[in-house]
């Protein structure tokens, strides 16, 4: 493919009942009211000179460029800001406005670098461009005058550079960062000659409140702000489209190459998820792919305190086939099975579950899903009757009010915080409900009017509150609930009852029961009113029950089913809607339909020519369980690193140090390959070939940007282990898998890559009913027919604080880093974020004397670790907070084996912790006074 360059209008679309019909240099086109006249021109194929406009941003107006003449008009307005009339005769070509524009370039070049040709941006320059387009000559001013041409770079990000030097002064920098982004971390300072972009108060970009999300750089029409990667290799030449394998907002990419080097991820403008928006970590932290740590041959071991060996592709395969076969004759069918991971595509998922029911025989397996988003997958399929959020991103934009539950978008989720900034600077009201003050609190720009500071693992009784108010104060939308849904009387009287009021739960929550009422108003009223929500919903002992807690305050005052509305969970990694939609858990199989329902187990019987075994598998904490209790003893780990991620790392340790195999499959050798026997070195997502799926069920294309650095494609690899287990599994393609996929899912039964390679992207479900794919669920419907209200009792945690551990520990992640650091640790991304920390409030500092920075313990009653202290007025006072992107730290240590009822989610967000100096805290042993075990497993 050839680099694809897409279409600049020069102002963004406008949306409107009503069109209006100019002619511009004679031709008629036709637009929506308060299209720009720039706009026009452009959509009848008249591209008017410019420089300060591009279509991500609103008109400024500043260049002169752009100048046109119309019919009628005095004088020769600007393009870009004016608005088309209906009649409207423009003429964009006239030797006045030649002359004119020829003027302005003239005073632009007299201040610019003469270094055309040994620019980084030579051949990417718009102001080049428009040199060329004006016909620019001469200088007649020359170019001794007063400049800026000794005007100091900014080197200090690691990706990108800034050399005011080039600078043309268009403010679409500015622009890109406060109307795009949402940070205002740019401003221009001074006046006339003297103005110049400054990131915060002659500060470094660095040191800004830049968070390096790339919108600025892909704004400037010149070279002064450039990525490093282009000044180093060149120019890219060739692209292909892709989808970033960070989080589950799934935006997409074009991957720009110079021959086969990768030279940048520019965001896509017509990217379904992102709409040419990015976060550091899809723009510029894909170095771990080509990382010297990489492994690219497969490796065997007899023991796990061996050393490595490298060894051939079959014989690895092989290994793992026979040793395999030989654990099942030795203890038994159900003694395997394997974990698929939300990193992999969904072919590489589909495949992987696919072995361990067809091949192993049996339903042992599950995914990284169980410790992150399975509540989401009950709770949501208990009350509207399908395992997924009901809008598309875009939607937000029609919400009047945001409900923001256990989530930190502008870290989790940045390019969708981005898109909700816009929509709360627009107007719509924002209600936070978090233990910490997260940014969105209180963010340029931005004031939630509510932020409900609630102590953790007390989510159920706040939204049975805001559901009591809702009921008792007459804001259900009846109308909504007669049609729509069932069980409403019965869940009425039970959210009534005086318990659930504000009031009774006040002192259980910490929140006043005020605030809460006056919430519950805010997004009763709406009209449209839309829920946004996190892990800090899901990793609780009632993350199931609080996911239907949502459903039922959704569903009472009408908000599903139409744009601006809707539950809508915030996912995690890339694929884990899709990893989830693909059969991962042990008693569904793809599309969520459960294993013991004969009809659907004989369509996959009829395909696979295998039986399958009608009861559910167990789950990751059974496995590990099994392991330890010895009748479980060999486990396939698909990209997921199980030691570091899941809670209560001694007793995960535990288990994997107990199975006679444990096969890894990864691009990296993590903390779980410390106690593997075989590994199977992956590929990276520029190297697979499939699709993902995002948190709006959208599934994208992942493009091969370069060939398979190891040789193989993950489901290859999957395939041959099969073979070697004596199960056929062959395919040519990945496209065959995801026809598969297709041909045995009934949502799924429309997609296709030709399919996606012609729409961009789909939401399933996408089938007869939908051929293009279904942005908004349940819209005349509920997919289980009526929504259904299910009574939620809160039940307050086992994990309580107590004199030796009085704190509570909640974790999350930051912006640069992701999940278990595997990927940006391995990136210049390891600038912001080194070390994991520990923030605590000042009052729970000082009584222990502990000073910002200093080095502490943090102790539970299942382990201990080690790490910084920051003060933090964010934090209450009782709580403390970290993230677990590095393994030294090793978070989990101290998180424990609670989990939610119905899923068996880790509680990760309550852990009962003290915090002390390092040596001030008696170190607590491994198992002393340990309470934990794993709970009950319950049949979904
Ligand atoms: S840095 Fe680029 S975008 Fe910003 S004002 Fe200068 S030329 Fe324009
Ligand atoms: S990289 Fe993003 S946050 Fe930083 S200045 Fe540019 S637009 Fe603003
Ligand atoms: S928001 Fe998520 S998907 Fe988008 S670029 Fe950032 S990490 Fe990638
Ligand atoms: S492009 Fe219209 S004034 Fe700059």
Redesign the pocket.
């Known amino acids: 493919m050839t680099l694809l360059k897409e279409p600049d209008f020069g102002t963004p679309a406008r949306t409107s009942e009503t069109t209006v019909t100019v002619a511009v240099d004679g031709i008629d086109v036709t637009v929506p009211a308060g299209t720009s006249v720039m706009r026009a021109a452009a959509e009848a194929g008249v591209n008017v000179p410019k420089l300060c406009a591009t279509d991500s941003l609103e008109a400024f107006g500043s260049c002169r460029l752009c100048l046109v003449e119309v019919d009628g008009m005095r004088g020769t307005p600007a393009s870009c800001t004016t608005p088309c009339a209906d009649g409207m005769k423009v003429s964009t070509q006239t030797p006045r406005l030649a002359e004119l524009r020829r003027g302005v370039m003239e005073l632009y070049i007299s201040d610019h670098p003469l270094d055309c040709l040994t620019c980084s941006a030579n051949g990417d320059c718009e102001l080049q461009d428009m040199a060329g387009n004006v016909g620019l000559r001469e200088v007649r001013y020359g170019y001794e005058g007063e400049n800026h041409l000794d005007a100091a770079p900014d080197l200090s990000n690691p990706y990108f550079d800034f050399d005011p030097s080039k600078c043309i002064v268009c403010s679409r920098c500015v622009r890109a960062c406060d109307e795009v982004q949402g940070t205002f971390a740019l401003t221009i300072e001074g006046r006339g000659f003297d103005s110049k972009v400054s990131a915060g108060v002659g500060e470094t970009f660095m040191a800004s409140d830049c968070v390096s999300c790339g919108a600025c750089v892909q704004a400037c029409p010149t070279a002064t702000l450039q990525e490093r990667s282009v000044v180093e290799l060149g120019m890219p030449n060739r692209s292909v489209i892709t989808t970033?394998a960070?989080?589950?907002?799934?935006?997409s990419f074009k991957a720009e190459l110079r021959g086969d080097e990768l030279v940048r991820m520019v965001?896509y403008k017509d990217g379904g998820?992102?709409e040419g928006h990015?976060?550091?970590?899809?723009?510029f932290a894909f170095g771990y792919a080509t990382h010297p740590d990489r492994v690219m041959k497969p490796m065997m071991r007899e023991n796990i305190t061996d050393e490595w060996r490298e060894v051939e592709w079959a014989e690895a395969i092989g290994y793992v086939g026979r040793r395999m076969r030989e654990i099942q004759t030795e203890h038994g069918v159900g003694s395997i099975g394997g974990i698929t991971s939300s990193r992999c595509t969904n072919e590489e998922v589909y495949v992987v579950q696919k072995m361990v029911r067809a091949a192993f025989g049996n339903n042992n397996v599950d995914t990284c899903a169980r410790v992150c988003h399975s509540p989401t997958g009950y709770g949501l399929k208990q009350t509207f009757g399908t395992s997924a959020g009901t809008q598309d991103f875009k939607s937000v934009d029609q919400a009047d009010v945001i409900l923001l539950i256990g989530a930190n978008p502008t870290d989790g989720?940045?390019?969708?915080a981005s898109r909700m900034k816009q929509r709360l600077r627009k107007g719509a009201k924002l209600i936070v409900v978090d233990p910490r003050r997260i940014d969105l609190v209180r963010t340029p720009h931005i004031e939630a009017a509510q932020h409900l500071q609630l102590a953790p693992g007390t989510n159920v009784a706040v939204v049975n509150a805001m559901a009591h108010v809702v009921v008792t104060e007459g804001l259900a939308d009846e109308a909504f609930v007669a049609e729509r849904c069932e069980d409403y009387e019965r869940w009425a009287e039970f959210i009534a009852r005086p318990e659930n009021s504000p009031e009774a739960l006040e002192e259980i929550t910490g929140v006043s029961a005020a605030d809460l009422r006056d919430a519950a108003r805010l997004y009763a009223a709406g009209p449209n009113s839309a829920i946004y929500y996190g892990l800090g919903v899901t990793e609780h002992s009632q993350g199931s029950t609080m996911v239907m807690g949502m459903a039922n305050l959704a569903m009472a005052t009408g908000n599903i089913g139409h744009d601006g509305v809707g539950v809508n969970p915030l996912r995690g990694q890339?694929n884990v809607q899709g990893s989830c939609d693909m059969g991962s858990f042990p008693h569904e199989l793809p599309g969520y339909r459960h294993i013991s329902d004969d009809a659907v187990r004989h369509v996959f019987e009829d395909l696979w020519g295998a039986t399958l075994l009608e009861e559910p598998g167990l789950r990751i904490p059974n496995m590990f369980d099994s392991a330890i209790d010895g009748t479980f003893r060999a486990l396939y780990v698909q990209g997921e690193d199980i030691a570091q991620s899941d809670p209560n790392t001694q007793h995960v340790t535990a288990a994997l140090s107990a199975l006679d195999l444990v096969v890894v499959q990864d691009l990296f050798l993590n903390e779980t390959a410390k106690y593997a026997h075989v590994f199977l070195p992956g590929t990276s997502f520029l190297e697979k070939d499939g699709t993902f799926t995002n948190a709006e069920r959208r599934i994208n294309r992942v493009r091969p940007v370069m060939a398979a650095a190891t040789g193989k494609q993950e489901w290859e690899i999957v395939c041959e282990v099969a073979q070697a287990m004596g199960y056929p599994m062959t395919y040519e393609t990945s496209s065959q898998i995801m026809d598969e996929i297709a041909a045995v899912t009934p949502t799924f039964s429309g997609v296709s890559f030709d399919r996606l390679d012609e729409l961009g992207s789909i939401q399933w479900p996408c089938n007869d009913a939908a051929p293009e794919g279904t942005p908004i669920m349940h819209e005349s419907g509920f997919v289980r027919g009526k929504g259904r209200f299910i009574e939620t009792a809160y039940v307050p945690t086992q994990e309580r604080s107590t004199r030796k551990f009085p704190l509570i520990l909640t974790t999350g992640r930051i912006l640069s880093q992701?999940n278990v650091g595997a990927q940006t640790r391995r990136t210049e991304n390891v600038r912001w974020h080194t070390e994991d920390v520990l923030e605590l409030h000042p009052h729970d500092a000082e009584v222990r004397g502990i000073n910002d920075g200093d080095t502490v313990t943090l102790a539970s009653r299942v382990g201990e670790t080690t790490l910084r202290a920051i003060i933090a007025d964010r934090m209450p006072v009782g709580v403390v907070y970290t993230t677990f992107h590095y393994p030294v730290t090793g978070a989990n240590v101290v998180t424990t084996e609670n989990s939610d009822w119905a899923t068996n989610c880790p509680e990760y967000k309550v852990t009962a912790v003290q915090v002390g100096l390092k040596q001030a805290v008696k170190p607590v042993a491994h198992g002393e006074e340990s309470q934990s075990k794993a709970a009950p497993v319950m049949v979904d």
């Open positions: 970033c960070y989080c589950g907002v799934g935006c965001p998820a992102n990015s976060c550091v970590k899809g723009r989720h940045p390019v969708f890339n992701y």
